[in-house]
């Protein structure tokens, strides 16, 4: 397998670059963004623009790609503000990722998002297939997204995948931009200032995940026989359904002084109240086996623990 992942520098990319050079060997990842900031992979890397349909394909000739997994993608918050760019960049730097694919018979994997659903999606339990009509940008990109991968595969044969992830929390790069960051920001600002202002208000349910089940979840999906899959863009899957009030329940746990102020940001939270409270990922358990290893007390202490170490703060989670 000969990988190139584009986004390699956002928060996914910099986890998953590590679990693939691990998994696959160095020489078989390449690792591409438009950025081109202090990476440290034990991989090849160059700057890459996925709105360059040559610079693609010069590095999947060069290199015999035959598996991609495209990171390079604007989020929700973002999207919202410069919904021009949003489109630009997840429509066209995917049909220019699944052109040059379909042209060099490589796999491709694109992340949808809870954000393919919208206001009159069923809340609760939201099933594997449903009304999809997103409200933000980002959801009309995501579910655009989801169409053209379906339309690549069946008419080209591109052997697209995908998952619709929920909000991301990590430890290792901040998120891009999203209308789920507070779930990341909160455990930095716990052991910092042990106060965080959160632009979501408390009760606010949506689905969340932690980034080694991201992770696994992807190369899970991609090594599945391509027989054993009737969805194969994209199937939801989550860890936890989940509220600002619940992060904090959780944190002050281990930091009872922790507090919380809820300083609303309108735009994320009409971003937010338009998604599901809760995924339905049976479909994903039935095709390729997925389950989540990480709920969200296992997840808080790993958080504390690592963000601890990396932040230089003298922490200790008591048993
Ligand atoms: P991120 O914003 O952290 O990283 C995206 C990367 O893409 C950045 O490093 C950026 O420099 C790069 N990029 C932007 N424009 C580019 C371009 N034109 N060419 C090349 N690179 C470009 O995003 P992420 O959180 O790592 O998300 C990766 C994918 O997963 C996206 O498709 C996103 O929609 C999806 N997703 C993420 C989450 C989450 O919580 N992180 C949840 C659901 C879906
Ligand atoms: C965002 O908030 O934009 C992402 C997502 C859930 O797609 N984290």
Redesign the pocket.
């Known amino acids: 397998m000969k990988i190139l992942v ?8 910099s986890e998953l670059i590590d679990t693939l050079t691990d998994r696959y060997a160095s020489e078989n990842v390449f690792a ?4 081109t900031n202090n990476q440290n992979f034990d991989c090849k890397f160059e700057k ?4 360059n349909y040559e610079s693609i394909e010069n590095i999947v000739t060069e290199n015999n790609i035959d598996t991609i997994y ?6 929700s918050a973002v999207a919202e503000e410069k919904p021009r760019l949003a489109w630009q ?2 429509m066209e ?1 995917l049909k220019n990722v699944l052109e040059v694919a379909a042209k060099h018979d490589c796999a491709v994997f ?6 393919a659903f919208g206001p009159n999606t069923p809340k609760n339990k939201t099933p594997q297939d449903t009304i999809q009509r997103p409200t933000s940008m ?1 959801g009309v990109t ?1 579910v655009s997204g989801e169409l053209l991968c379906d339309y690549y595969h069946t008419k080209f044969g591109v052997d697209t995948r995908g998952l ?5 929390i990590s430890n290792k ?1 901040l ?4 209308t ?1 960051d507070y779930a990341v920001e909160i455990y930095y600002e716990a052991l910092k200032n042990g106060h965080y202002e959160c632009f979501l208000e408390q009760d606010t349910q949506l689905d969340m995940m932690y980034m080694p089940d991201a992770i696994k979840a992807a190369i899970e999906l991609m090594e599945t026989p391509a027989d054993k899959l009737t969805h194969r863009n994209a199937f939801n899957v989550t860890s936890m359904s989940v509220a600002p009030r619940d992060f904090a329940n959780s944190i002050k746990e281990y930091l009872p002084d922790f507090t919380v102020e809820y300083k609303v940001d309108q735009t994320k939270q009409k971003i937010a109240n338009s998604w599901p409270n809760s995924l339905d990922d049976s479909a994903a358990t039935k095709e390729w086996g997925w389950e989540a290893e990480y709920d969200l007390d296992s997840m808080t202490k790993d958080m504390l623990d690592k963000l601890s170490v990396k932040l230089g703060i003298d922490f200790k989670i008591k048993e």
């Open positions: 584009t986004g390699a520098l956002g928060q996914i990319g591409t963004d438009k950025k890459l623009d996925v709105l495209h990171l390079a993608a604007i989020l960049v997840n730097g694109t992340p949808s998002s809870i954000g980002y995501k619709r992830y929920p909000g991301i790069t998120p891009g931009g999203g789920t």
